[in-house]
């Protein structure tokens, strides 16, 4: 019986007497469209199909597949076109066998296709190519229903194959486009003068041709091979550029400026209240121009207010603020923003053991190494006496040393205090905004009226919080670590409510030298005769002293001086290896030859980390170097919010006005949102600094600011720490920071 008459037990024989391999039908028959399986059809045995108008299909089925039905009346339907794609299928079978012997030797070649009734024409054919080790061998193909084919001898099929137009013109195609790519990068490295010439990439374009002949599959491999292999060779040529132009291991002389004004350093030493900063002031007021570069907005404000009251007049001029008075020839500035081109008479470094900071010591290197001063007055500890003294030898440049010796006593006070203790005119120093808060609001459970300094508040509030201070209006003040760098708080007492800070990273113990600073604030010439210092509601006065004792290795004599790239180096550097990717730029200078100076790279992930999100936008390379450059904390999500829609705004190349930052109304805004909007205008100002016409309403900003300022001050002075954006939380328990302690004596 053939597959004409249907044997009901499914064993019946093929075409032509060949036995059906029972696989092949149980495949073709699944995809027939009115053949269903038992399962499918809701019923657990196939006989059980009957009361739904099924059948058994009736054909060789192999073991445990034998449940395929189909409906009685479409049965001989559905037979005659299986029947009838085994039939296709057969000859496929056998055209592939005849392929195998006609077209033996040829371009052409005749495979399996996805589908049983059809084959695959593959054609072939290598491309040498000048420099690759091997041709490319490049393979088209067209897929043929495999009647096209059927009934041809072995030369009819041999010659209707070698002469598909079809295969001729895709394979003519694939040539010509592989030939184009190769003769791309091979143009791109013509004149190589190192070692990245074509033959450096034309291994790794022979391996990843190895296993890919199809023309689409093996470009999208080359470009990435080569895009690999392209970035390497300008990191590596980038690094090479760096190391021989730039030259960080010779920093000093990116500035000639400075190089050539035989400079005359003046070191002046001491401990706080030493009078460091009068001594500095005084040579700025003697000479004809001058710069005061500070560590803090606020002290760079306090001595320009302090030169112009004394009758030297002198401009502010930081990365968020700058203030012009007429006729002023003298600057006090953030050290950040030094410009190392415009030489004046004087020059004025503060606190210059910042040269030990791991995010901002950079600057401090710079301000060493470039300030563009006949004379340069280096303020700071007496630890970081050995460091200068070293730049000095470094540079071949003359130092001077004054000492200055502290004005009143200081001592330690000999136990811990508790929170009752606390008197008015004290200082307490705490390490966050959350923990000055806290002790704020333990300090005014027991009727004391504070103030708060702290970096997130606008300069302003700062200034009015240190004011009613100073006044006696409030009792107390509960201030950062940034009072140890010279801002006018005097006070009788300076006490630690913690012994550790977090540094960005980890939180680690206080070096000996910031115990000092900070410590050192205790204690005024002609206000306080003597100073305190001590511990209060944590920490052992032992532990404070253990600090003390402990030297402090970041400023010691071999200490390495981080130094981070300009604008100006990176856009050199961009120019010479072709490229706008600033990721690129920062890695080819993070790994600059330093060994045997006095220099290190220092760590630029954050600069890295803002590159990452500049790549990622439609921006030209300028307006990417400038980006780099923005005063954004990125770890502040207020602030990466506002850095986003900078970046936003350029590079949509709109004008953004301020309200689009900062609302028009401030009504009951707390604390926290208060110090978000005033970092806002900061930012806005920087923007409108670098892009004008992009960021309008430059003028604007200061009052807007100001107003801000104004109403921050007002709820920290009236309303607590509730309206300044904190919870109110339960008291904490005893031990923990800013909790009175329930027994007496150190913890043990």
């Not at 200034?463 to 006044?471: C, D, T």
Request: proline fraction near 6%; charged fraction near 30%.
């Amino acid at each position: 019986m053939d597959m004409t008459s249907p044997d009901p037990s499914g064993t019946g024989p093929s075409h032509a007497g060949e036995p059906a391999d029972p696989h092949l039908v149980h495949e073709l028959a699944s995809a027939h469209p009115d053949v269903v399986t038992a399962a499918a059809a809701g019923v657990t045995r196939v006989a059980h199909g009957e009361g739904l108008g099924l059948v058994p299909l009736g054909l060789p089925l192999p073991k445990g597949k034998r449940d395929l039905l189909v409906p009685a009346e479409r049965r001989e339907a559905v037979l005659l076109e299986i029947q009838g794609t085994l039939d296709r299928a057969r000859r496929r079978n056998a055209l592939l066998a005849q392929g195998r012997r006609a077209l033996e030797g040829w371009s052409t070649s005749l495979h399996p296709a996805d589908d049983r009734t059809r084959v695959r024409a593959v054609r072939s054919d290598d491309l040498p190519w000048p420099g690759l080790p091997a041709p490319v061998r490049l393979q088209v193909s067209r897929v043929l229903d495999a009647m096209e084919l059927a009934d041809l001898t072995d030369d009819d099929l041999a010659l209707r194959l070698e002469g598909d137009p079809a295969l001729a013109a895709a394979l003519e195609d694939a040539l010509s486009r592989t030939a184009a790519r190769l003769h791309r990068y091979a143009g791109e490295t013509d004149g190589a003068e190192d070692a990245w010439t074509f033959a450096s990439l034309a291994d790794r374009l022979s391996r990843a041709a190895r296993n890919r002949h199809a023309v689409d599959e093996l470009l999208e491999r080359w470009d990435r091979e080569f895009a690999v292999w392209r970035r390497e060779r300008a990191e590596a040529r980038g690094r090479a550029y760096v190391d021989r132009h730039f030259d960080l291991a010779r920093f000093e002389k990116l500035f000639p400026v400075a190089r050539g004004l035989g400079r005359r350093l003046v070191l002046v030493v001491g401990p706080t209240n030493s009078g460091k900063t009068h001594h500095a002031i005084e040579a700025l007021k003697g000479a004809w121009d001058g710069i005061y570069l500070a560590p803090l907005r606020l002290l760079a404000l306090e001595v320009m207010e302090r030169l112009n009251a004394e009758g030297t007049p002198a401009s502010l001029l930081t990365g968020e603020e700058a203030i012009v008075t007429p006729g002023a020839r003298h600057t006090a500035s953030t050290i950040e923003v030094m410009d190392p081109d415009r030489p004046v008479e004087v020059a004025v470094i503060d606190e210059i053991q910042m040269l030990a900071d791991p995010d901002r010591g950079w600057a401090w290197t710079a301000a060493l190494m470039g300030a563009p001063a006949e004379t340069v007055y280096i303020l700071g500890a007496p630890e970081a006496r050995p460091l200068v003294e070293r730049v000095a030898a470094h540079l071949g440049e003359r130092l001077e040393v004054i000492e200055l010796e502290r004005k009143v006593p200081l001592t330690l006070i000999d136990r811990r205090l508790n929170w009752e203790e606390v008197e008015p005119g004290d200082a307490l120093i705490a390490f966050s905004r959350r923990e000055i808060h806290s002790v704020r609001d333990t300090l005014r459970a027991k009727g004391l009226s504070v103030a708060a300094v702290y970096g997130a508040l606008a300069p302003e509030v700062r200034r009015r919080e240190a004011a009613r201070f100073l006044s006696g209006e409030a009792d107390v003040v509960v201030a950062t670590d940034a009072i140890g760098m010279g801002l006018n708080l005097p006070c009788r007492r300076v006490l630690f409510t913690a012994l550790e800070k977090f540094d960005g990273t980890s939180v680690r113990p206080l070096s000996a030298t910031e115990v000092k600073q900070i410590a050192g604030r205790a204690g005024r010439f002609g206000k306080f005769e003597s100073g305190e210092f001590g511990v209060v509601g944590r920490g052992t006065p032992q532990a404070l002293r253990n600090l003390l004792e402990k030297a402090d290795g970041r400023l010691r004599a071999d200490a390495p001086l981080t130094v981070r790239p300009t604008r100006a180096m990176l856009a050199r550097l961009a120019d010479h290896i072709g490229t706008e990717e600033t990721v690129l730029l920062l890695d080819c200078v993070a790994d600059a030859r330093t060994a045997g100076s006095p220099y290190r790279v220092g760590d630029l992930s954050g600069m890295r980390r803002l590159a990452v999100m500049l790549d990622e936008r439609r921006l030209g390379l300028p307006a990417k170097l400038d980006l780099l450059l923005i005063p954004a904390d990125l770890e502040d999500e207020a602030e990466a919010r506002i850095l986003a829609a900078i970046l936003g705004a350029v590079e949509a190349g709109e004008p953004s006005p301020l309200g689009r930052f900062v609302p028009a109304r401030l009504d009951g805004l707390d604390g926290a949102a208060l110090e978000g909007l005033s970092r806002a205008c900061d930012l806005y100002y920087w923007a409108a600094r670098k892009f004008p016409t992009l960021f309008p309403e430059r003028e604007a900003v200061r009052g807007r600011r100001g107003e801000i300022s104004r109403r921050l001050a007002d709820l920290l002075a009236t309303r607590g720490a509730r309206s300044a954006g904190q919870r109110r939380e339960p008291p904490p328990k005893a031990g923990f920071r800013g909790a009175p302690r329930k027994r007496f004596g150190p913890r043990r």
